[in-house]
């Protein structure tokens, strides 16, 4: 009788201990997958403003071209 409590302990510490695991993975995955959105913004943020510097540079290269007509 001892001995099958014993392993039904045993089976109830590795249940707990597996699942506060997986909530540590979870927290970790849910961190990463914020980290990565605020990425996601910043990169927008950078290509907006290459797309706005790339329009200015076309336009003043065009006017460049047309002044030496």
């Given at each position: 009788m001892n001995n099958k409590h014993n392993i039904e302990y045993k089976k109830t510490i590795?249940?707990?201990?597996?699942?506060?695991?997986?909530?540590?993975?979870?927290?970790?995955?849910?961190?990463?997958?914020?980290d990565l959105n605020e990425r996601g913004k910043e990169k927008e943020k950078i290509l907006k403003e290459y797309r706005l510097y790339q329009s200015l540079y076309n336009e003043a290269k065009n006017n460049n071209s047309k002044k030496g007509k």
């Open positions: 590795t249940i707990f201990f597996l699942g506060f695991i997986c909530i540590i993975l979870l927290i970790h995955a849910y961190t990463l997958t914020i």
